[in-house]
């Protein structure tokens, strides 16, 4: 039986993937310190350790075939309350995974974002864009903090040939997110759910590419199906020094008409759409370009936004 590391195994998307690579017979083992996960999430059959990945050491673990990095929070609300063990885990928690998969020879999956394209300067964002973030805002802890581990993971494909391959996953949405996360799609869901206001920050007009959560691990799935060899020969042949990866859904919205959807969806619900002041550094647009994604793993997304949606309110009904 193969043993997979899920880092943030009890968090949105590190919760999907247990459950799929348990479906798979792994043996998968979750670390996860609670802070925007639940146990509620893991699914049964996982071994779980609740434990902080900035305290552990590789000693501290089997040998295992797979390693997941997911442990970081991902909402602005959570990052931002605490921003310097946010950046901590991202470098810690990456260096943790890259020192694992160099000592057990095995694979790993490392979870970076769109957060490092910044306020984009391209659009729609490639890999090949070098991104345009702010050192010293509220965002920095966490678009730099995945920066760096970019970073890492890349020294430690060139130094000690890891079996790393990087995600960038543009803003992705579904069941198991917490009711008070902070990100957008579950805010307006709840908002309209309890009849409360939705809110808009600044006039709604900035974009989002909104993707199912299982269209991600249907992507990371396939990702970590090819095997080191494959995946250097195609990155060298796109020009790309280390594999890195584009992982969202190219449908672009404005966040009013996000909004004004949930408000369809939802027709029982009193809610007024409300405009706040926009945060600081929010980016202006993002849509991911796929070409790579689609061309090393033959895939693309297939769940529109309404059909996503209308999974994610039952969830919340529920
Ligand atoms: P999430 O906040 O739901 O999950 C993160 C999990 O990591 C939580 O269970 C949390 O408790 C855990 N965690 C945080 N710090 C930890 C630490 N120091 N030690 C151990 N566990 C810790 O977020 P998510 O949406 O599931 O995101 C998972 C990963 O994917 C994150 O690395 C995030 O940056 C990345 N990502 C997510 C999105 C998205 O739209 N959901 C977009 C881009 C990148
Ligand atoms: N947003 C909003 N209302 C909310 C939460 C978020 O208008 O209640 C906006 C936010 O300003 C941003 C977009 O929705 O422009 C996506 O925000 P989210 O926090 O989901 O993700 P990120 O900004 O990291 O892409």
Redesign the pocket.
């Known amino acids: 039986m193969k043993k997979a590391l899920v880092f943030g195994g009890a968090g949105f998307i590190g919760s999907h993937l247990s459950a799929e690579l348990l479906k798979d017979d792994y043996h998968v083992i979750v670390v996860d310190n609670l802070y925007t996960g639940t146990k509620a999430n893991i699914p049964e059959g996982v071994e779980f350790l609740e434990r902080d990945v900035t305290a552990l050491c590789v000693a501290d673990f089997p040998k295992v075939d797979e390693i997941y990095n997911l442990a970081c929070p991902a ?2 609300v959570h990052y931002q309350a605490r921003p310097i063990e946010t950046a901590l885990t991202s470098i810690k928690g990456v260096l943790l995974s890259l020192e694992i998969a160099r000592r057990d020879k095995a694979k790993m999956l490392h979870a970076s974002t769109s ?1 490092i394209y910044g306020d984009p300067i391209k659009h729609p964002q490639e890999e090949y864009d070098w991104g345009n973030v702010n050192t010293i805002g509220w965002r920095s802890c966490y678009d730099e903090g995945k920066r760096v581990a970019e970073t890492l993971v890349s020294d430690y494909v060139r130094l000690y040939d890891v079996d790393a391959r990087t995600i960038r996953i543009f ?1 992705t949405y579904g069941p198991n997110m917490l009711r008070d996360d ?4 579950s ?2 869901i709840v908002q309209a759910l309890k009849g409360e206001d939705i ?4 006039e ?1 007009t ?1 974009t ?1 590419s909104f993707q199912y959560v299982t269209d991600l691990v249907n992507a990371v799935f396939k990702y970590m199906a090819i095997e080191k060899s494959e995946l250097r020969r195609f990155f060298a042949s796109v020009r790309l020094p280390i594999p890195v990866l584009n992982i969202g859904n190219p449908e672009e919205y404005t ?1 009013k008409r996000l909004a004004k959807d949930v408000l369809r969806l939802i027709p029982e619900s009193s809610s007024r759409l409300v405009f706040k002041a ?2 600081s550094d ?2 202006k647009k ?1 849509r991911p370009d796929i070409t790579l994604a689609k061309k090393l793993l033959d895939w693309e997304p297939v769940v529109s936004l309404e059909s996503g949606l209308k999974e994610t309110i039952s969830y919340f009904k529920r």
Not at 182 to 185: E, K
């Open positions: 909402s602005p957060e803003n902070g990100r957008v799609i805010n307006f809110t808009i920050y600044g709604g900035q989002r966040i926009l945060p929010d980016p993002r």
